[in-house]
């Protein structure tokens, strides 16, 4: 019987960098899975140890994550460029405590004197731009496509369908987690009252003897949640968020009669009006910032100052542009984005939004292809529908009637940190040519807007662990083109050992499929960082 502890290619790697090797990083095995013995994960793994899973190496902890302390010890004793990864996204938090050193600033612009000094259109935009204005809510695509009246739209007719299913979907969920809640609160008051304390355990419930059917029901229920990790604080949030989510769906998405968009005096459906909107990168609110806030951090927040997290790449400033609202985004705002990030200097963008609808998707397109003629990589989230997007398409994309136009675009699904048949988030979108690669989108830890941080859950999240490494490889060989990056990436992934997994929703979400892990993306692979930096190495001889 072998008693020896097994060593991981990249942990030898490693060793050999830490005692003074001379290996060069060329040199270096590039890493697989096949005959490793893959450490066995603890059961119910506490916030504390989930805070980093998406940085773990998978041969030595048994996290899916993408290797990236192995990747910097590999990169030791090599220099960097500093590189701008543009976010396109809700707006960031430019003064968080753990990402406001890494902010792009514009060299050519003089802070607040109300002149377009590097006369690019946008007075003062010293750290970016907001194409939204004063705007934080607006309406879901498909309503604004209804509200147009133009029945002879080739996609009005399905644009009610999806109206009338999601309006009966919002007033059922907040039906539904208003009972739930009020269940749980209840039960919580009734066990509180009958133990005489306000907090309690597992085995605190075991010793109940339940007097009443009501108690009993409390009992398992309040079990049910404590078994699986949660607290009854944590789950009446999420309740709480969710109920709130479904009726900002209703008043502002939803709503037929909200026009958002007339205190920006814009017309969406004319692109050559360019100028309009601010240079407030965060918003009108510090709360609307949170998703683009949550997506730098995880991108670029300051590695090693002991404060929060340490994002995936160093070298980099994060340069926010605010695109993207709570409802749907513009098709222009999206493409003029786009180009204000290109053309300030970004190598990586990071685009983690989505929708069904796009009544202007050439415009898109174009800035997708301008892009690639710039040496600019987009990487773009796939989407949270539980869907085949390869069927069921989601804008943005880097196809037309099922033909690539683009090189330099590749699209993230999301990653459980369960490597197991639940290594697929159950919300991930997936698809065998319009998705290119998995990454970490589970339970990601990082910076919200006011100094404070959150976990999330999304392929919004698994994107940006990726365009981290993309930025990563930019900084440290900057002689490889975005198409080659991405390639890099694609190529240099790790083939699970876990061949089926479950796909699509849990529960309410609708019943999951076993699938082959290998068609759910184009590569059939899960970012790996320390074998991306490998690669990198070689072709950039």
């Known amino acids: 019987m ?45 916030k504390d140890e989930l805070k980093t899973w998406p940085h773990r190496d998978l041969l030595t902890t048994g996290y899916p994550g993408i290797s990236l302390a192995e990747a910097y010890k590999a990169l030791k004793g090599r220099k960097a460029q500093t590189v701008i990864v543009g976010v396109v996204d809700s707006g960031v938090d430019i003064n968080h405590e753990d990402l406001k050193s890494i902010i792009w600033t514009n060299p050519k612009e003089i802070p607040n004197n109300g002149i377009d ?8 935009d010293v750290h970016g731009w907001n194409f939204l204005g004063e705007i934080n809510q607006d309406n879901l695509e498909y309503v604004r496509i209804l509200k147009k009246g133009d029945t002879s739209d080739p996609d009005y007719k399905r644009a009610e369908e999806k109206y009338d299913k999601e309006f009966k979907d919002a007033n059922e969920k907040i039906e539904l987690y208003s009972q739930i809640k009020e269940r749980i609160t209840q039960s919580d008051a ?41 607290s009854v604080k944590e789950t009446l949030e999420e309740l709480s968020e969710g109920i709130k989510h479904y009726e900002d769906r209703l008043k502002y998405g939803l709503n037929k009669e909200f026009n958002p968009r007339k205190v920006l005096n814009d017309n969406p459906d004319d692109i050559t009006d360019k100028i309009y909107g601010n240079n407030n990168v965060i918003g009108p609110t510090a709360e609307g910032a949170l998703h683009g806030t949550h997506v730098a951090g995880i991108i670029a927040a300051v590695r090693h100052n002991n404060i929060g997290i340490d994002g995936v790449a160093d070298h980099v400033r994060i340069m926010p ?8 985004e513009y098709d222009k705002d999206v493409a003029l984005a786009l180009r204000y990030a290109i053309d300030n200097g970004a190598k990586v963008i990071n685009t983690s939004f989505g929708k069904e609808f796009s009544p202007h998707k050439e415009w898109v397109y174009d800035a997708l292809k301008y892009a690639a003629e710039k040496d600019v990589l987009i990487v773009n989230a796939a989407g949270n529908d539980t869907k085949n997007v390869d069927v069921q398409l989601t804008f943005p994309d880097d196809n037309i009637n099922g033909k690539e136009f683009t090189d330099t675009m590749i699209t993230i699904g999301a990653l459980n940190y369960e490597y197991n048949e639940n290594l697929v988030a159950s919300f991930s979108n997936y698809g065998k040519n319009n998705v290119d690669l998995f ?103």
């Open 190 to 230: 009734l066990i509180q009252k009958h133990l005489g304390k306000k907090e309690y355990t597992e085995e605190d419930l075991d010793k109940i003897d339940a007097s009443s059917l009501q108690l009993l029901g409390a009992v398992r229920g309040m079990k049910y949640l404590l078994s699986n990790g949660v």
């Open 439 to 541: 990454s970490p989108g589970v339970q990601i830890y990082a910076t919200v807007p006011e100094n404070k941080y959150k976990f999330l859950d999304g392929t919004s999240m698994a994107a940006p662990e990726v365009a981290g490494v993309a930025a990563l490889i930019r900084a440290y060989f900057p002689k490889l083109k975005a198409r080659e990056v991405k390639q890099i990436l694609m190529e240099s992934g790790l083939t699970p050992t876990v061949k089926e997994v479950l796909v699509g929703g849990r529960g309410e979400e609708g019943e999951a499929k076993r699938m082959l892990f290998s068609e759910l993306s184009k590569s059939g692979k899960i970012v790996n960082a320390y074998n991306a930096i490998i690669l990198a190495a070689q072709r950039s001889k």
């Open 117 to 124: 000094d590097d006369k690019n259109g946008y007075v003062d």
């Open 321 to 328: 542009v605010r695109t993207v609202p709570d409802g749907d």
């Open 2 to 46: 072998n008693i020896i502890k097994p060593i991981s290619m990249g942990a030898f790697a490693s060793l050999l960098v830490a005692c003074g090797g001379t290996s060069k990083i060329a040199s270096l095995p590039i890493e697989t899975l096949e005959g490793k013995n893959i450490p066995t994960q603890v059961e119910n793994p506490s």
